[in-house]
């Protein structure tokens, strides 16, 4: 190559603008990558402000623990009941066994209710089995029958008096037929219509008493159902019941649990709250690291020595004491790679 080449003036002003490149590349390449380090180190300072950090707590009834893994991440977790909680707790989850051996015996014991149930049932649907007509005329012949052998004294007595006294054969107080057509009553002599009459009386009162103890039999195995019915209900009551006791020692011992369970919710409580703290503080450092990293970038990327080495290569009186200083037929509108030389 002539070495005329090297003393072209062209040529010069191209190098010196392309070594003034490369030192401007390499150092908005230095800018770019310390920017980036800046953010992702703040991004990292961010997520570290954030992190979870719950806080160990005593009180009087337990206290609690927090483990950390070796990355500083939480492990693990739990909480301890006091001493004399913990004796309380064992003392009562003792009784929950027993109160739960109780219900399991309730069954046999309530059994009983059981099968009075069954019979009153039983019972009620015998007497709902007859009509309240029925009951009735069941009524009146058993009364009819109780009284039948009084009556009969009486009706003896009465026609004995008549003989003795010679009206046997008298015979008056006939009735016509009655406004329901059944037949009236003979002709008699005045004591034997008395003592009709008062058969007659006891008969309408047996059949008003009658009506009364049939509708009173049907109410009557309505209650048997009712009774029995209620008796079933105490047994399933009973059978409920009997697992109060158990209910109220695994209760007491759940309650007892949550009391040393307050610890272990405060811990987290509080290591949520310094989580949302430290969040809102790594924001800032985020926010702030961008903004700097903006202008640290425009700081390091500029390199004094590029820009110099631009401003030679464009510097048209420079290129021509580095060509020789022959006489230039230059244009006003040419740049430093148009020089030409005669």
């Not at 064992?90 to 009784?95: N, P, S």
């Amino acid at each position: 190559m002539p070495a005329s080449f090297f003393s072209n003036p062209a040529v010069i002003s191209a190098g010196i603008n392309l070594a003034g490149g490369l030192l401007g590349g390499e150092s908005a390449a230095d800018a770019a990558r310390a920017s980036a380090d800046a953010q992702v180190k703040a991004a990292q300072i961010a997520a570290e402000e954030a992190r979870f950090r719950p806080v160990g707590v005593t009180t009087r009834f337990g206290s609690s623990q927090f483990d950390f893994g070796p990355e500083g991440r939480l492990s693990g977790a739990g909480y301890t009941l006091s001493p004399d909680l913990k004796a309380y707790q064992d003392r009562l989850m003792a009784l929950t066994g027993s109160g739960l051996t109780q219900a399991e015996l309730a069954a046999n014991q309530y059994a009983p209710l059981t099968g009075a149930a069954s019979g009153l049932f039983s019972l009620g649907q015998q007497y709902l089995a007859q009509t309240p007509e029925q009951v009735a005329q069941q009524y009146m012949t058993k009364q009819q029958d109780l009284l039948a052998p009084s009556r009969e004294r009486q009706l003896a007595n009465v026609r004995n008096q008549a003989f003795q006294t010679g009206r046997g054969g008298l015979s008056v107080g006939a009735t016509g037929l009655r406004p329901s057509g059944a037949e009236g009553l003979s002709g008699t002599n005045p004591e034997m219509e008395a003592y009709y009459n008062a058969l007659a009386q006891q008969d309408a009162l047996l059949a008003a008493n009658a009506d009364k103890a049939g509708q009173e039999r049907i109410n009557f195995g309505a209650g048997l159902f009712g009774t029995g019915a209620d008796i079933l209900n105490q047994y399933q009551t009973g059978q409920v019941g009997a697992l109060d006791p158990f209910k109220a020692y695994l209760g007491t011992s759940s309650d007892i649990e949550k009391l040393g369970q307050q610890p272990l919710t405060i811990g987290s409580e509080l290591g949520g709250r310094a989580s949302t703290a430290g969040a809102r503080a790594g924001e800032f450092i985020t926010q702030g690291a961008r903004d700097a990293s903006g202008f640290n970038y425009r700081a390091n990327s500029y390199n004094p020595f590029s820009d110099a080495l631009i401003g030679a290569g464009t510097n048209k009186d420079l290129m021509r004491l580095f060509g020789g200083g022959g006489s230039t037929g230059v244009t006003s509108n040419q740049g430093p790679a148009d020089f030409w030389y005669s």
